[in-house]
């Protein structure tokens, strides 16, 4: 009988308090993850300044964010509760008393009275729940590929800059996101001072272009005709395109650097499977 309530009072009550606080950790730990992994992806999609040769017209489509923007989705996609619509932008107010998902809030002191609150802790000291960016620090940068492939790169990028052509190659996105816990009031997690850390990479592409003017822009840089695209050289066409034998020299013949992004071969205009198309 005293064994039975020394192993009670001693083993099986605290882990049965002790379990739920340990499983919602992981809950934390997953999502500092998923975090992390979200912000190196919209990083590669979301463009934090102009890339070059951007063309200064309409019709050109840049989806542009900061960095400050970026981490402001992190609670609404991760720490939220569920059954919320998620949004790219959102007029509601956010809340960290109260939107936040069951399995991110603990009882963290002792005392029946004690409500549940964020086991995210807050990076100021004084809280304020009515900021995204309270409970959580991100950070994200853009850098060269590290090693041989990125001096082969720039070795070609090098040798065809002449023309004008240039790419972003600060394309390498690694992200951090760092997460503190609050302690809970059992010893010895009452020193605990756990932070959940996590880290993302991802490579994309500095090809990426803002509409078909962009790509034209792109693409004129590497024809090596573009150069001879200038009044003199097509006035000289002009000149030839009076002989009997310069017709095809003429400008509106011979179109030199001219660059069509939007154009598609035959076969991918016909219906298929009609007569030579499939058929």
Request: hydrophobic share 35%.
């Amino acid at each position: 009988m005293v064994e039975s309530v020394v192993g009670l009072s001693y083993v099986i009550v605290p882990l049965l308090i002790l379990l739920p606080f340990m499983s919602k950790l992981t809950g934390i730990q997953h999502r500092a993850e998923q975090a992390s992994h979200y912000s190196a992806w919209e990083r590669t999609v979301w463009k934090n300044r102009q890339p070059s040769q951007l063309p200064r017209r309409s019709g050109i489509y840049l989806a542009r964010k900061s960095e400050a923007d970026l981490a402001r989705q992190i609670p609404w996609r991760f720490y939220q509760q569920d059954g919320n619509q998620i949004a790219s932008s959102t007029n509601e107010q956010w809340d960290w008393s109260e939107h936040v998902h069951p399995l991110v809030e603990h009882q963290v002191q002792q005392g029946a009275a004690q409500d549940l609150q964020p086991l995210v802790k807050s990076n100021q000291d004084n809280p304020n729940n009515s900021d995204e960016l309270d409970r959580f620090t991100r950070s994200s940068n853009g850098s060269r590929l590290p090693g041989v492939l990125n001096g082969a790169t720039s070795t070609a990028l090098g040798v065809i800059s002449f023309m004008g052509f240039s790419l972003e190659r600060d394309q390498f996105y690694r992200t951090n996101v760092s997460t503190q816990v609050e302690n809970f009031y059992i010893e010895p997690f009452d020193e605990l001072d756990l932070n959940f850390n996590s880290q993302s990479a991802l490579l994309a592409s500095g090809w990426n272009a803002a509409g078909p003017y962009h790509v034209k822009n792109r693409t004129r840089k590497l024809v090596l005709t573009n150069v001879m695209d200038n009044g003199v050289i097509r006035t000289a066409q002009r000149l030839m395109g009076i002989l009997p034998f310069g017709k095809d020299l003429r400008p509106s013949s011979l179109k030199l650097g001219h660059v069509s992004p939007d154009v598609l071969p035959a076969n991918r205009l016909c219906t298929y499977g009609t007569a030579n198309c499939g058929g």
